[in-house]
């Protein structure tokens, strides 16, 4: 019982800071979706990789970068904020070969506040 006691305290102090950090980066952008999705595997290569924002994006701040399995960076330096859309942050491909991709993102929203973060996709 004790024991029980414990877990459910832990999880609820766990709750807390899940709580206070999410209310302490109100303001910041954070990804809606991305194409190719998160994670996924697709045959073919992408013309480019398309992560949307849930607000406006600081495009002289926000850039976007892609990465091979071995680490090395294959992008050409085009990963920016779309004009028209700055919500939309877009890195236009060369073809690729079969492999595991990482994309690694940071963005800076309209309050200054910048975030980031990666994820993965596999080419067949
Ligand atoms: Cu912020």
New binding site residues.
């Given amino acids: 019982m004790l024991l029980s006691i414990g877990i459910v305290k832990r999880f609820l102090v766990s709750l807390f800071f899940v709580i206070i950090s999410t209310t302490g980066?109100?303001?910041?952008v954070f990804p809606v979706r991305s194409d190719p999705k998160v994670g996924s595997g697709s045959k073919e290569s992408p013309a480019s990789v398309r992560i949307w924002f849930d607000g406006p994006l600081e495009s002289v701040f926000s850039e976007m970068k892609l990465f091979d399995a071995e680490g090395n960076r294959i992008d050409q330096g085009k990963g920016k904020a779309v004009s028209n859309d700055p919500t939309l942050l877009s890195l236009p491909l060369q073809q690729l070969g079969a492999g595991l991709y990482r994309v690694r993102w940071t963005v800076v929203?309209k309050?200054?506040?910048r975030s980031e973060g990666d994820f993965s996709f596999r080419i067949k």
Avoid at 25 to 28: A, D, L, M, N, T
């Fill in positions: 980066v109100w303001g910041h929203a309050d200054g506040h």
